[in-house]
């Protein structure tokens, strides 16, 4: 009994290692260590709600969600299709998001401000037009703020279901005011800062959200038809369940004719699939590093 279950979180611990590689990159854990390490004023205080839920594994299956969603907005889905090199560099552009996600949630001021500049530098560069004529430009305030709810309303569902430890409703809106914060500071104009708030904003752009050919071909490829190894493959089918299953009723709806296997499993299976992968991906990380002494 003792070896089958030491296999069991062998196999379990190389899961969520895959897992992790996979987002983060393979200098993730360097990268990690020198984020939480490096002297310096910080945006957000240890104690901070946004460093609870960005620091926990449902991070994962809430970014997954997170892509699945902010693709139902037309020309976001159109700017990404046409400049961000998703199909290409698919785990670059993934690596990019969890490392900036770091950086300004536990990195210095410095080092959160840099990575803010340098979004917005390419933000300026990004325009275009979607295939029906319309016209779209990255840095636009309108579109800023939906990739912001859409983040921000999955992130939060997700650990709020998959968390360790799960927030409170004053917990909740002090987390969407930690975020809104950084989306001020990339451009969004007003984000929400309560549950009631981003309820009020996300019902504010429904009409508005639909698929599209290039969303169906998002779902596929994240959903259907991942660049990943055999070894990763398993956990990542159940995340990617578990971040269907996580999407509002709509959304669900909307992803699930491209969503393959994904969105045929029941919810309870995928919930527990969820919990499953979570578990394998904190047993995989090490503890993160302590925050130096403040400086100011």
Known sequence: MARATTTVRRIRRHAGEVVFLRVAGPDGPENRARIHTTPGPRWFAPQRPIRRVHGDASMF???????????????????????????????GRLHRTSTFLAVTTFGTSADAEAAVARVREVHGRIRGRTADGVPYRADDPELLTWVHIAEADCFLRAHQRYGRRPLDSAGCDAYLADTARVARALGAEQPPESVQELSLLMARYRPGLRPTAASRDTARFLLTDPPLPGAARWPYALLAAAAVDLLPPWARAAVAADASVAARIPPVAARAGGHAVTRAIRWALPPSPPLPPPSG
Not at 68 to 91: C, F, I, K, N, T
């Open 61 to 91: 299956i809430g970014g997954l969600a997170a892509l699945l969603l902010q693709s139902l907005h037309p020309l976001a889905m159109a700017a990404v299709a046409a400049h961000s090199g998703y199909r290409g560099d698919p785990w």
